[in-house]
């Protein structure tokens, strides 16, 4: 019953922190490699309104959403915009901000194991004869918030309707007056919002590192690969399968095995079907 | 319409760059002064806690000494000069050769004549050695490193690397100290079985399995033996299968900031068995403020004694308070005190050998014997590893802190112990 | 003129078009045109050594030529292949390992277990990399890069080839000068070769491949054959990287298949110009000698070198090789549309 569980909770945790980046190149076909970073950046964000300006915990929280937003907003408008269509010049240059965002953070000594974010309720709750933490109830009710609020959002509002256009086919969603640069600078400063949300949910289990940063790229990467870059959905049945297989792993097996496992379940995902389970790219595409 | 530069403005743009360089190598230019400074190098990963920590103890003893008026050597006053280099050798994706780069940057450019402190990652610093013995400069290693591969090469070729000194300890020291503890817990409380958390690097398997085995001739029952890689996020599957077990003890081995979770999950679970063990997440003095006090009762072992201050060990108290006025924290890092004791080793062996010449140096350090440091006596054994002992007046000690209200109680060994091994409340 | 109003024109120089063909041989004027950028670059080269005094600098001499062939390989990859490989380090790792291993179980001497590092690693890492081959663009991309995040953590959790210590003991060169001159030598010679090779037939057909592989496999070409070829070529320079600098500084561990290893040739080759191969020399050149300077600063120094790569995507995508190619071979001015 707790392997149950808890592979519900590492699931739900994975899909927060691989959806920013699922819905950022869903719609733009963005790789925006710079997720990790302005995950920790958010971290600290947090800790420093916290602790550095005496900020209330909502308010801190807040803000640093609108700031990372913000952010992301301008890595489009100043940097992705002018290297779009070239794959590799988008990796290498979100990439390359990422990395000057988080060795940034570690040039200003923030450094140590002593940087932690406040958890929303402390204590535990019995489920089933499995003591769960109120923290991991709350992220499971975080992420399925944030998958519904995006369903609704993208189905039934106009800037999501919007999104969702541009997803399908960019061309036909200009020529019916959608503004592209316009949506994916949006599409981006959301993308940066829920990689916030994931970390001021995630973040207080533990404490706020800079390597944090490139273990959470990496699992969102493998959850959007898996699921199929472009697909919304099969992000979510990626992180599932995912999180369920690193339990299950860790419960049989031995904990050793479960980034191999990640990185492995990448790997078949490329050999097999590059598009990923729910992927929509032609085979075409995707192979020669 | 995507904006290119015009020539004036790449030629511009070139200009700055070069310019930048050359302003950055000309700051290089060391200024040559008379009574010239003693130059320490040290090569750190200034980017984590062991680094900046070392950084700062290094930097600290060295201000000591020239306080009262650096070293003297055939009569001539010299003053210390600390030169920092970051290494960057703890950061994953960071290749030895970078590590390698700078220490050759500290001997050749920067003029070291003495090296004290990292490298860190014990890959960086076996390949360090090499050069170490190639540039014929003492090093003595304190912080890290603390593979036995280091004794072996030495005993294997004590003539190549007779330079090359380590105070920070052996990883097998770590175990002894390990199996002392549980033993005392046994002994207090009849716990006698034990779940063994340990992270899968080399160090900690070593360590982890060599515990594992001499805790089974012990006669305990070893409830469980786990290896979580670098970057685990989840322990929930090891604590309800020790829960289960009826484990009374959980003793695990790691080094990365993630063990936060598992001592959170081991908190918020309530789990009836005593977390104690090697934790270096848990042995910087903000992690209660960090974590709010859900880091209370657990007890962390901390390879080398000095930074948490007690009363048997009256050294310890003065640096700490120094350490504190100075950086405006308590010691960061467990290696604190093996660091600002490397930098009086390396004084005392140049005034016992009454030179700067490397190999008198070398040959003095090998004959150190300094009473009363903050981690007890500092002797080295024929592997140039500082000898160990659980007594202060006969070797260097390593300390067991636990978290009680806020503070850090020095529990074990009981030759230096300011108190008992407390058990948390749902355990009673 | 205002902005709209006028474009700019470029005509090649005479003297460019002159030398285009046999009637280079005609001038001596023509001859030096074609040949002063590569002697500089060839004499500077080997020069070099002989001009820095220091022992520091002379290893930094060597740790940019590393850099150039690890450039080199990711260049032609992406550019003459069309495979946007992202993860160098494992060609690095792979090569550096086998060198080492086969040396200290077998006793080989230096240039042997260089040699079988080079083409040994380069035959295991294409088997590795084979299954992901058929993959286009940003896949392949993507699975590149897990590859050296993937093999050291095997390395660690089986605790093979020496773990997380790595595998000692290896022997160096025996000094400074063959240290530079062996990797200088290789540099010069891969680069011409290379040239030489885009130019080929077999070359073309892998710039085909990289340009429209449909149209290739059309033709009734294996693509992913050529592709292979390609990478292993790739893979050879890359896995006598990692052989050389174990023997470089005796010693091979986990770290050979850092990230650093990946993002550096990149960085280089986007600053040195992508698309001409000489742009990796030159990136190299730059970056390498800027690196180490900004040491100066710290932790700092990589965030300012993240911010230069940014500012070049961006502002000057071409490189500073392609600019300084169109200024040697054209001439521009503004003309009113």
């Known amino acids: 019953m707790g392997i149950l569980i808890y592979s519900v909770v590492v699931s739900i945790t994975l899909l927060l922190t691989a959806i920013g980046f699922a819905l950022v190149y869903g719609v733009s076909r963005l790789a925006n490699f710079a997720h990790g970073g302005l995950y920790i950046l958010t971290g600290y964000l947090v800790w420093g309104f916290l602790n550095k300006l005496g900020v209330n915990y909502i308010g801190a929280t807040i803000l640093s959403l609108i700031i990372v937003a913000v952010v992301g907003a301008t890595i489009y408008q100043f940097v992705l915009k002018r290297v779009r269509g070239m794959p590799e010049s988008e990796i290498i240059a979100s990439f390359s901000l990422a990395l000057g965002i988080m060795e940034g953070l570690r040039s200003l000594g923030l450094v140590g194991f002593a940087y932690t974010i406040p958890v929303f309720v402390r204590g535990t709750v019995v489920v089933a004869g499995v003591p769960v933490d109120w923290q991991r109830l709350i992220i499971i009710g975080v992420g399925l918030g944030v998958v519904a609020f995006l369903w609704v959002f993208t189905h039934y509002t106009k800037p999501g309707l919007a999104l969702r256009a541009m997803a399908q086919d960019e061309r036909a969603a200009m020529m019916l007056g959608i503004d592209s640069d316009l949506m994916a600078v949006v599409c981006l400063a959301l993308g940066s919002a829920l990689a916030a949300v994931a970390a001021i949910t995630i973040l207080p289990l533990g404490n706020i590192t800079v390597e944090t940063g490139y273990n959470v790229l990496i699992y969102a990467v493998a959850v959007c690969v898996i699921g199929g870059l472009g697909s919304w959905p099969g992000a979510v049945v990626a992180a599932f399968i995912l999180g369920f297989a690193q339990i299950l792993t860790t419960a049989y097996l031995?904990?050793?095995?479960?980034?191999?496992?990640?990185?492995?379940?990448?790997?078949?995902?490329?050999?097999?079907?590059?598009?990923?389970?729910?992927?929509?790219?032609?085979?075409?595409?995707e192979r020669v | 319409?995507?904006?290119?530069?015009?020539?004036?403005?790449?030629?511009?743009?070139?200009?700055?760059?070069?310019?930048?360089?050359?302003?950055?190598?000309?700051?290089?230019?060391?200024?040559?002064?008379?009574?010239?400074?003693?130059?320490?190098?040290?090569?750190?990963?200034?980017?984590?806690?062991?680094?900046?920590?070392?950084k700062q103890s290094i930097i600290l003893a060295?201000?000591?000494?020239?306080?009262?008026?650096?070293?003297?050597?055939?009569?001539?006053?010299?003053?210390?000069?600390?030169?920092?280099?970051?290494?960057?050798?703890?950061e994953p994706g960071v290749p030895t050769s970078e590590g390698l780069m700078v220490v050759e940057k500290l001997l050749l450019q920067q003029k070291a004549d003495f090296l004290v402190g990292g490298p860190i990652r014990s890959e960086v610093m076996l390949a360090t050695m090499d050069l170490v013995s190639r540039y014929k400069k003492p090093s003595i290693l304190s912080v890290g490193a603390v593979t036995p591969t280091f004794n072996k090469r030495i005993s294997d070729d004590p003539n190549k690397f007779k330079y090359s000194f380590r105070t920070s300890g052996n990883s097998i020291n770590l175990t002894t100290e390990?199996?002392?503890?549980?033993?005392?817990?046994?002994?207090?409380?009849?716990?006698?079985?034990?779940y063994i958390m340990g992270q899968d690097v080399a160090w900690a398997r070593a360590s982890s399995s060599l515990y594992k085995s001499e805790l089974e001739k012990r006669g305990f029952t070893i409830c469980g033996y786990e290896l979580y890689p670098t970057g685990s996020t989840d322990y929930s599957m090891g604590l309800l299968k020790a829960k289960e077990s009826g484990a009374k003890i959980i003793f695990p081995w790691m080094d990365m900031p993630e063990t936060s979770i598992l001592i959170n999950q081991w908190y918020d679970m309530k789990v009836r068995a005593l977390l104690i063990g090697y934790m270096v997440a848990a042995t910087h003095p903000d992690y209660w403020n960090g974590t709010k006090g859900t880091c209370e009762y657990i007890a962390d072992l901390y390879t080398k004694a000095g930074t948490v201050p007690t009363p048997a060990l009256p050294k310890s108290v003065e640096f700490v308070n120094s350490y504190k006025k100075r950086w405006g924290k308590e010691p960061i890092s467990e290696y604190d005190g093996s660091c600002y004791t490397a930098v009086y080793v390396l004084v005392d062996a140049i005034g016992r050998a009454g030179t700067l010449d490397s190999d008198s140096v070398a040959a003095a350090l090998e004959k150190t014997d300094i009473k009363g440091t903050v981690m007890g006596r500092v002797r080295f054994d024929k592997t140039h590893d500082v000898i160990y002992s659980q007594d202060p007046k006969e070797g260097a000690v390593s300390l067991w802190a636990q978290w009680i209200k806020g503070?850090?109680?020095?529990?074990?060994?009981?030759?230096?112990?300011s108190g008992r091994i407390e058990l948390p409340p749902w355990m009673k | 003129m205002p902005q709209e109003d006028r474009r700019k024109k470029r005509l090649d120089r005479g003297v460019k078009v002159r030398t285009e063909?046999?009637?280079?041989?005609?001038?001596?004027?023509?001859?030096?045109?074609l040949l002063i950028p590569r002697l500089v670059l060839i004499l500077g080269l080997l020069i070099l050594p002989l001009l820095l005094q220091n022992i520091y600098w002379q290893k930094v001499l060597c740790i940019i030529c590393v850099f150039g062939l690890l450039s080199l390989s990711f260049n032609f990859l992406t550019h003459f292949v069309g495979i946007v490989n992202l993860g160098n380090a494992f060609f690095v790792g792979v090569g550096g390992y086998t060198s080492a291993v086969l040396q200290s179980s077998f006793k080989l001497s230096p240039v042997l277990s260089i040699i079988a590092g080079t083409f040994g690693g380069a035959l295991i890492s294409t088997t590795l990399l084979l299954p992901c081959l058929p993959a286009r663009g940003i896949y392949f991309a993507i699975a590149s890069l897990m590859y050296p995040l993937l093999f050291p953590r095997i390395i660690e959790a089986l605790n093979i080839f020496g773990g997380t210590d790595g595998v000692i003991g290896i022997t160096t060169f025996p000094n400074i000068w063959v240290d530079q001159y062996l990797v200088i030598i290789v540099l010069l010679v891969t680069l011409f070769a290379l040239r030489r090779l885009v130019n080929e037939d077999f070359g073309l057909i892998l710039r085909g491949i990289k340009d429209n592989d449909q149209a290739i496999r059309a033709s009734g070409i294996g693509v992913t054959w050529?592709?292979?070829?390609?990478?292993?070529?790739?893979?050879?320079?890359g896995c006598f990287t990692g052989a050389y600098l174990v023997h470089l500084y005796g010693w091979a561990g986990i770290s050979l298949f850092g990230l650093d290893f990946s993002i550096f040739p990149i960085a280089v080759s986007v600053v040195g110009g992508s698309g001409a191969l000489v742009g990796s020399v030159v990136g190299s050149l730059i970056l390498v000698p800027m690196s180490e300077t900004l040491r100066a600063f710290g932790t700092l120094r990589i965030m300012i070198y993240c911010l230069i790569l940014v500012g070049f995507i961006t502002l000057k995508p071409e490189g500073l090789m392609r600019y300084f190619t169109r200024k040697y071979e054209q001439f521009e001015h503004w003309t009113r549309v």
């Not at chain 1, 078949?268 to 729910?278: A, C, E, M, R």
């Not at chain 2, 201000?63 to 600390?82: C, D, Q, Y």
Request: proline share 5%; net charge positive; hydrophobic share 45%.
């Open chain 1, 254 to 285: 031995s904990p050793q095995w479960h980034m191999v496992v990640v990185l492995l379940a990448i790997l078949l995902t490329f050999i097999v079907k590059p598009s990923g389970l729910l992927g929509r790219q032609k085979q075409l595409e």
């Open chain 3, 21 to 33: 063909g046999i009637y280079a041989i005609s001038a001596p004027r023509d001859i030096a045109y």
């Open chain 2, 178 to 194: 390990g199996l002392g503890v549980t033993e005392q817990l046994k002994k207090q409380h009849g716990f006698d079985k034990v």
């Open chain 2, 62 to 90: 060295a201000e000591e000494i020239n306080a009262k008026g650096g070293i003297i050597v055939s009569g001539k006053r010299h003053p210390l000069k600390v030169e920092v280099a970051d290494t960057r050798d703890l």
């Open chain 2, 407 to 417: 503070k850090r109680v020095v529990v074990y060994p009981s030759e230096i112990a």
């Open chain 3, 226 to 237: 050529y592709k292979t070829q390609g990478l292993f070529i790739a893979s050879a320079i």
């Open chain 2, 1 to 54: 319409m995507r904006k290119q530069l015009s020539f004036i403005e790449t030629i511009g743009f070139c200009f700055v760059l070069v310019s930048s360089l050359l302003i950055a190598s000309l700051s290089h230019a060391a200024p040559v002064s008379e009574g010239r400074p003693i130059v320490i190098g040290a090569p750190l990963s200034v980017g984590f806690n062991y680094g900046l920590g070392s």
